[in-house]
Structures are given as C-alpha cells and as structure tokens.
Antibody, heavy 122, light 110 residues
Framework: QVQLVESGGGVVQPGRSLRLSCAASGFTFSTYAMHWVRQAPGKGLEWVALISHDGGYKYYADSVKGRFTISRDNSKNTLSLQMNNLRVEDTAIYYC???????????????WGQGTLVTVSS | QSVLTQPPSVSAAPGQKVSISCSGSSSNIGSNFVSWYQQLPGTAPKLLISDNNKRPSGIPDRFSGSKSGTSATLGITGLQTGDEADYYCGTWDGSLSGWVFGGGTKLTVL
C-alpha cells in the first residue's frame, strides 16, 4: 500500500534552516509528481511546492519562493524540502502528498502523509 | 484570502443532504479538474473526489462532485455524524502556476 512518511520537523529560530524529508513506498515513486502542502495551527491547507516525476519542473507558492527548495531522489524514493530563512509564519504541519499525474497539469493529491510539525519561534 | 471561495461552515441534521460550493475563476476551476478533500479532526486530509466528479475506491456514493463554469460543488447525502469534518476544494491555477485550495468548510451534523 502507498505510504508517505515525513520527517525532519522540529523547533527552529527565525532565520534558520530546516530540511524535511518524505520516504515513499508502495508505488513507483519515479512516475508521480509530488507536492508539499502545509497547514498552520487552526488554519486551512496551503500549497507549498510541486515537483514533476523526474525533477524537471518545480513550482512554488509565492510565500516561499526564493526561500524553499523542493527536490527528489528517485533512486532512494525520497522527496525533500529545504527551508531557509524561516519565518514565524512558516509554522505549520507539513504534508508530503502524491499527485495523480507524472508531469504537466497536476490532477490532485491522492495520497497524503501524516505530516511533520515545524515550529519557528525565538 | 484564498483564491477559491468556500463557505466557512455548513450544517444539517443526520440523514439529510448538504452541498458545499467552491467558486473560482477561468484560470483555475474554469480550465482544470477540481478535487475535494475531507479532513477529519486531528488527521491528514484524504482525497474524496477527483476530476470534478470521480470517487476514488472506497469512497461511498453518498459523496458526489460537480462542476459548472468557474464553480464546483460537493454534495453529501444521508449525512452521518462521522461526516463531521473540514472539506477543501483544490485545483491548478494556470495564471499563478500553482495549486490552490479553498479556505475550507466545516461541516457540522447536528
């Protein structure tokens, strides 16, 4: 069965960096685009970033553009999110999600991990 | 505020039906498929409807989706207390080159 397991969350000071990882299993990772989606405490879902199946295309929300970098290692079935210059407003649960498409127009997130909490606080 | 507009809350009695709207524009709902997600309290979201109106395996036919122009609707019939959750619509926005979600709708089954 499809499994997405996030790790790397924690408490970090504003301006510092953090790297999230997502270990994928139960499907052919290299044939699906992947997203990061976050949810601030008590708030709604916010899309963060998308990477195509082969890493050739990457898209970012304006709120994280220039600070966050999405990447993937298809040989290790791993998705990553490098977060630099973190802000208090980046505090959220970060979910790794699989898209139903490999590339092109995304079709929607069909599987979600359980999330990892990132808290940015001094 | 969100690119896609949903009502903050809806409510209905057990056994009744409810509709949740999602309003967008020509650059998102008007030109791309819409998905709906259910988030039960304390859990990760789950895909409920894909491609405007398709139910993934395991989703009961009490849940349905439709799209017309730049709006989409999630319908739930035969409401159960276990349906109490937050519901989100989502789609690709070609102008923003990004995925967008609605603000979410909290369903209360009275």
């Amino acid at each position: 069965q499809v499994q997405l397991v996030e790790s790397g969350g924690g408490v970090v000071q504003p301006g510092r960096s953090l790297r999230l990882s997502c270990a994928a299993s139960g499907f052919t990772f290299s044939t699906y685009a992947m997203h990061w989606v976050r949810q601030a405490p008590g708030k709604g879902l916010e899309w963060v970033a998308l990477i195509s199946h082969d890493g050739g295309y990457k898209y970012y929300a304006d709120s994280v553009k220039g600070r966050f970098t999405i990447s993937r290692d298809n040989s290790k079935n791993t998705l990553s999110l490098q977060m630099n210059n973190l802000r208090v407003e980046d505090t959220a649960i970060y979910y790794c999600t699989r898209d139903r498409a490999a590339a092109g127009i995304p079709l929607g997130n069909d599987y979600w991990g359980q999330g990892t909490l990132v808290t940015v606080s001094s | 505020q969100s690119v896609l507009t949903q009502p903050p809350s809806v409510s209905a009695a057990p056994g009744q039906k409810v509709s949740i709207s999602c309003s967008g524009s020509s650059s998102n709902i008007g030109s791309n498929f819409v998905s709906w997600y259910q988030q039960l309290p304390g859990t990760a979201p789950k895909l409920l409807i894909s491609d405007n109106n398709k139910r993934p395996s395991g989703i009961p036919d009490r849940f349905s989706g439709s799209k017309s122009g730049t709006s989409a609707t999630l319908g739930i019939t035969g409401l159960q207390t276990g349906d109490e959750a937050d519901y989100y619509c989502g789609t690709w926005d070609g102008s923003l080159s990004g995925w967008v979600f609605g603000g979410g709708t909290k369903l209360t089954v009275l």
